[in-house]
């Protein structure tokens, strides 16, 4: 089974061999360690959901009252917020949003002509708990065409906002797909810049599904 999920994984271009070896390392220390810098900023973009849902959980998967579930491969992206002086920041409100499985937003201004997917969710949010700790549980968005020589790769955008720190929107990619040594916006930032922004999943222990860790530092005001 474990093999099954390797070879999905390098047949949808999401991690390279060279990403699932050194994954497990990079979860760890992700996970236990906490460098005082900040995490680099991003654009917000053009696709921002502009009307309330009316489900907003941390599950983007599975609409509320529905039995369908979204298309496409499920991931968990989870973290710990940390202040500048690497403390654990409770309530602080995050939210995601990203496009579907064919690289569809369900924004009103997307030109994309793929189809939606009315099962997938698109926007969520959580409160961070005592520890600093959120979790998601979405599907690995498609790459989408944004210039006539651009490719934008899988992403997915976060807003982390708190009374009494600065607000801070940046994007998450995913480790080893081709397309993010290309992408415009990503390759605008220094490599370790970069590297901060890029998470690696994996399969980890009590997960069902591969999980990734993307830690954010945000500044007090």
Not at 27 to 52: M, N, W
Not at 159 to 180: C, V
């Amino acid at each position: 089974m474990k093999n099954n999920f390797r070879r999905q994984l390098l047949k949808n271009g999401i991690l390279s061999t060279t990403a699932l070896l050194v994954a497990p390392r990079v979860l760890q220390a992700q996970s236990q360690t906490c460098a005082k810098s900040k995490t680099p900023a991003q654009a917000e973009g053009p696709f921002y959901p502009v009307v309330d849902q009316l489900d907003t959980d941390a599950d983007l998967i599975n609409l509320k009252g529905s039995q369908k579930f979204a298309k496409g491969q499920v991931v968990m992206i989870q973290g710990v917020v940390t202040d500048q002086n690497c403390q654990p920041v409770k309530s602080v409100l995050v939210e995601i949003w990203q496009a579907c499985h064919t690289g569809k937003y369900d924004h009103p201004s997307d030109p994309n002509p793929a189809a939606i997917d009315p099962d997938f969710q698109y926007w969520g949010k959580a409160l961070t708990n005592d520890k600093g700790e959120y979790r998601f549980r979405t599907i690995v968005p498609g790459a989408y065409q944004a210039d006539r020589d651009w490719v934008r790769p899988p992403h997915v955008h976060f807003k982390i906002s708190k009374l009494g720190y600065m607000e801070l929107i940046t994007q998450m990619y995913f480790a080893g797909h081709t397309l993010n040594s290309r992408d415009k916006i990503l390759q605008r930032l220094p490599k370790t810049e970069q590297e901060k922004l890029i998470v690696y999943f994996n399969n980890r222990q009590g997960s069902q599904h591969p999980t990734g860790q993307f830690n954010i530092q945000i500044e007090k005001i």
